[in-house]
């Protein structure tokens, strides 16, 4: 079963910021979607 949650997503110098509100969890990547990916942990 799959879940949906909410990611907020942003820039600091060169990398992008994937948070997510509901579990104050996040990680970062070099791309928006690469972070994205690394907070799904696809």
């Not at 997503?9 to 910021?17: A, L, P, Q, R, S």
């Not at 997510?20 to 996040?26: D, H, S, Y």
């Amino acid at each position: 079963m799959k879940e949906t949650f909410t990611a907020t997503v942003w820039k600091e110098g060169k990398w992008h910021i994937a948070q997510c509100r509901e579990f104050e969890v996040a990680s970062q990547g070099p791309s928006r979607e690469e972070a994205l990916r690394n907070l799904s942990g696809d």
